[in-house]
């Protein structure tokens, strides 16, 4: 494999736990939204990733060189449960029980989804300073 398919594979997954790292922050903000614009408390979204499709000549190159694909983020969806309803009559938005819907995230399953998420950005930094590092040590052999 050489350097640059390196940095394509580490880039295209810096940029999907990126936007992991945003849809799980955003989930975190919400917490306790209980009206959005739709309707309804916020709805917790979850990412899905995927290999990424290869053009011609990267299908080419792929084969000679084992296959390698990057990954993408594939779609982001929203949780179907229903609300968990919590009882609070003085709310705004509750119900003629007194009930509130309140969003379905749990603060502890999204904080360790986000750590998760970090430590796989930081894993991809890791292999794309250690590939700049063996590409000029490479360059040092030359001189």
Do not use: C
């Not at 983020?73 to 709310?91: A, F, T």
């Amino acid at each position: 494999m050489d350097i640059l398919n390196t940095f394509r594979i580490s880039g295209s997954a810096l940029k999907a736990q990126s936007q992991r790292l945003n849809t799980i922050s955003s989930n975190l903000a919400n917490v306790e939204t209980t009206s959005t614009p739709e309707g309804g408390p916020y709805k917790k979204k979850s990412v899905y990733f995927q290999s990424t499709p290869m053009s011609f000549q990267q299908e080419l190159d792929s084969e000679l060189r084992q296959g390698l694909q990057g990954v993408a983020v594939s779609k982001i969806v929203e949780d179907k449960q229903p609300p968990r309803l919590v009882y609070d009559p003085s709310h705004a938005d509750a119900n003629e029980e007194g009930y509130v819907g309140m969003p379905n995230i749990s603060v502890l399953e999204e904080m360790v989804d986000m750590m998760s998420a970090t430590r796989s950005y930081q894993a991809n930094v890791t292999s794309i300073k250690m590939a700049k590092r063996m590409a000029l040590k490479a360059l040092e052999i030359g001189r």
